[in-house]
């Protein structure tokens, strides 16, 4: 039974209408509060978002959806099955990888199929076997994020222990087996040698758009979440996600304002009370959830001791940005699985150039989707909706990506027609558009144009984000990208039902003690 909204007799502002506020807003009005959500933009639903032009259909962000258990958990809050909202398909391979001298590899939820596609492009290495070790570990690291990270507000290691267990045997092995001080790429070549297999499995930290030789080795358990969830397509794409939320937000009574930006937090006694918009009108709220990206949400929405408090905390740096191509084409290209990566010449080359020196990678990886093997609508007959995602550093001064563009879509695709095997793509393309990191940075109110929030960097405290319940002002919570647990629709969909279900928990504990 979903309950009349504003039951609890408590409200909530939401400032965003990404997949994260969307999670908050379903979980929290199925709770019985009374919910408003704001958004800049004239949809709901943040980067994921959709173009639709000359027939052919982009989802414009996100285009891999993994772990559908946390949609479900979403769902569930309001008595809903996933499959009564979404109609979802699982993919296989999971990946198509595809190297410098025409080698390629298959990804696969099934260990031993990805094993032979291993041995078909390294007969002669133990690479095969030494996949097995990794998902070995990978899995540990899964395990361990389950129970110490994942489902509660985490802004440190301390926040992952509970004291009464923190020296207990157990925990302590534990610890051990977090890798702590290790990186991922460190990790993964320590029991992964071959080095396009290695390549392969460091890209599961651009999910978080980070630097392998700077992330902790605790997000090696991304690879486990993706082998043993799956990867899933929602038939009408991954935008269809977000229009399932607003659906379900809209009938549990949510009130959504498009086009309403928000210009500050109302904070009096140290404690969130409301907010005001643009244009100067002000709302009452007991509660805030801010899905808004956090540094930029302490640097322009607050003012005064707790953004001063926020940054004195800790450095954060923004994650990596990216160019996108959106390329309809004439034709279908049958080596393509739905998602692609075709691999830079050298990992080490590509990512010093993003993540060190602050500029595009001369020989950049890049990701494809192919849709229209899994959806044809999304295309006219025979033709593709090729979604093209090349990594670049966040902005920077001096970037001008109106006079970069040109060129740099020149890079891209003489990558594709050189190792990813469209030697004919340029003259294949009938309708073009594409999204810069200063389009990005000015689209999503995004810090300094970052695809992921904040960069997973640290060898300790890389894989932390800023907690979902602020520690400087009371009422305020944070979902979304750059808040626990970080990046990606999984993540930035948990992050809003953690939002929500710390604020009910705060609740339920204040009146308890009443």
């Not at 070549?189 to 080795?217: C, E, I, N, W």
């Not at 073009?432 to 405290?461: K, Q, W």
Request: aromatic share 8%; charged share 20%.
């Amino acid at each position: 039974m979903i309950q009349a909204a504003g039951s609890s007799g408590k409200s909530v502002g939401i400032i965003g209408g990404g997949l994260g506020g969307l999670a908050a807003a379903c979980t929290l009005a199925a709770r019985g509060y009374a919910v408003t959500l704001f958004d800049k933009n004239e949809w709901v639903g943040g980067k994921a978002a959709v173009l639709n032009d000359h027939g052919f259909r982009f989802d414009m962000g996100p285009t891999i959806l993994l772990m559908p258990s946390v949609l479900r958990r979403i769902f569930d809050e309001a008595n809903r099955s996933l499959e009564s909202m979404l109609n979802m398909v699982r993919l296989m391979p999971q990946w198509r990888c595809f190297f410098e001298g025409g080698g390629v590899l298959d990804l696969s939820d099934d260990t031993q199929k990805t094993q032979q596609s291993i041995e078909r492009l390294s007969p002669q290495s133990p690479a095969a076997g030494q996949y097995a070790h990794f998902l070995e570990s990978s899995r540990r690291m899964r395990d361990i994020s389950d129970r110490y990270y994942f489902w509660k507000s985490v802004g440190g290691i301390r926040d992952t222990f509970e004291a009464k267990t923190t020296f207990t045997p157990s925990v302590l092995k534990d610890l051990l087996s977090m890798k702590i001080g290790r990186t991922v790429a460190g990790a993964v070549r320590s029991m992964v040698h071959d080095p396009r297999v290695a390549q392969m499995l460091d890209h599961f930290t651009q999910y978080v758009g980070s630097a392998p030789d700077k992330s902790p080795a605790i997000l090696l358990g991304i690879a486990d979440m993706q082998l043993q969830e799956g990867i899933w397509y929602p038939m009408g794409g991954t935008r269809a996600v977000p229009v399932a939320l607003e659906k379900l937000a809209r009938e549990l009574g949510v009130t959504i304002c498009t086009s309403t930006p928000v210009k500050q937090i109302t904070v009096q006694g140290k404690r969130a009370c409301g907010l005001v918009t643009e244009s100067g009108r002000s709302y009452e709220f007991d509660f805030i959830v801010s899905n808004s990206d956090t540094v930029r949400t302490h640097r322009e929405l607050l003012q005064g001791q707790p953004s001063e408090q926020f940054f004195r905390r800790r450095r954060y740096e923004a994650a990596c940005s990216g160019v996108v191509l959106y390329l309809g084409l004439n034709r279908r290209y049958d080596h393509l699985a739905h998602h692609n990566f075709v691999f830079s010449r050298s990992p080490e080359e590509e990512f010093d150039a993003i993540y060190r020196q602050g500029k595009p990678a001369p020989d950049p990886t890049c990701y494809l989707a192919a849709p229209a093997r899994t959806e044809a609508a999304v295309a006219p007959p025979g033709g593709e909706a090729l979604y093209v995602l090349v990594h670049t550093p966040y902005l920077r001064p001096g970037h001008n990506w109106a006079e970069m563009l040109p060129g740099y879509r020149d890079v891209i695709l003489r990558k594709l027609a050189t190792c990813g095997g469209m030697p004919d793509i340029a003259e294949r393309i009938v309708f073009e558009a594409a999204l810069t990191p200063a389009d990005i940075h000015a689209r999503y109110h995004v810090l300094d144009g970052a695809i992921y929030g904040l960069a997973s960097h640290g060898r300790l405290n890389g894989a932390f984000k800023p907690a979902n319940r602020s520690p400087d002002v009371a009422g305020l919570y944070f979902a979304g990208g750059s808040a626990h647990p970080g990046p990606g629709m999984p993540m930035v969909l948990m992050s809003g039902w953690i939002a929500a279900n710390t604020l009910d928990g705060d609740v339920k504990t204040a009146a308890a003690h009443a």
